[in-house]
């Protein structure tokens, strides 16, 4: 892995922005088309990325005096105003909808509205998935929870390595049991657990061998190998024809009755 020192001292991997990119362009080809239908890898590969840009950063200030308080602060102001503006405009999108969508009302708009806000998933099983007023921010919501792990173990190696050990096998079972990479609906958020902590703490157990001298030199093309790696463990898993659709989008089912899908919800093709 490549990586260049800044002016003052911190390091720039470029291969991390590679990978971060590709990421992107794998989610929006997901969500725009069905020319790719297991690209929704990338968002492990995100969780990854997050695991160990956070422990070359805060892996060591966070064991010092007002560590915590720091990174809390820090996470606060990179996430929650982007994320807070997109929910008002998500809440206002799905106000219209209250009364046509099932358990959808007001009261269940109120209650989503205010757990919204707290980023938590709104208690409410609807169409919309577990962040009915922001769907896309489920992903969010499971990376404040690595986060939150995070802030009590640091970058530590042991803790690091006990922790992949554990959901990596954990996620696997999910992906078998669910048919599907989970975590978006209540259906199957019991397993977006295991899910990110497999996937951050994978970053972080990469950033401490790197930080004991492990090197690693990967060429750009290796980015798109990790892809492939993360969408065949996927394939293997998870039928083709089912599809998680953001937007809002509109799936047409068989008796061509017109339902409204909010991200997370699957739908059968």
């Excluded at 001292?9 to 971060?20: I, Q, V």
């Excluded at 602060?73 to 990179?78: L, V």
């Excluded at 096998?169 to 899910?195: E, H, Q, T």
Aim: with cysteine; glycine share 8%.
């Amino acid at each position: 892995m490549t990586s260049d020192v800044s002016a003052d001292g911190k390091h720039r991997f470029w291969m991390l922005d590679l990978l971060r990119g590709a990421s992107a362009i794998l989610v929006l080809i997901y969500h725009s088309s069905s020319a790719f239908p297991v690209a929704y890898a990338a968002v492990d590969l995100f969780f990854m990325l997050s695991g160990f840009v956070l422990a070359e950063r805060y892996g060591e200030s966070l064991l010092q005096a007002d560590g915590c308080r720091n990174f809390i602060s820090h996470r606060i102001a990179r996430l929650y105003p982007v994320y807070l503006v997109c929910t008002l405009l998500g809440a206002a999108s799905v106000f219209p909808l209250i009364g046509h969508l099932e358990n959808w009302s007001f009261s269940t708009f109120a209650v989503s509205f205010v757990a919204s806000l707290l980023m938590l998933p709104a208690p409410s099983d609807t169409v919309l998935g577990i962040l009915p007023l922001n769907g896309p921010a489920w992903s969010l919501f499971f990376e404040v929870v690595a986060n939150a792990v995070f802030l009590f173990t640091a970058a530590r190696l042991r803790v690091a390595v006990s922790i992949v050990a554990l959901s990596a096998p954990a996620f696997v079972v999910a992906l078998w049991y669910f048919r599907y990479p989970p975590g978006s609906v209540w259906g199957d958020i019991v397993g977006g657990f295991p899910r990110v902590l497999a996937s951050f703490y994978g970053g972080v157990l990469l950033s401490c061998l790197w930080r004991r001298g492990f090197r690693i030199r990967l060429a750009a093309w290796s980015g798109w190998i990790l892809v492939a790696a993360l969408a065949a463990l996927y394939s293997g898993f998870c039928p083709h024809r089912e599809k998680i659709l953001s937007a809002p989008d509109i799936c047409r089912s068989p008796n061509d009755h017109v339902v409204w899908l909010v991200s997370g919800k699957k739908c059968t093709v």
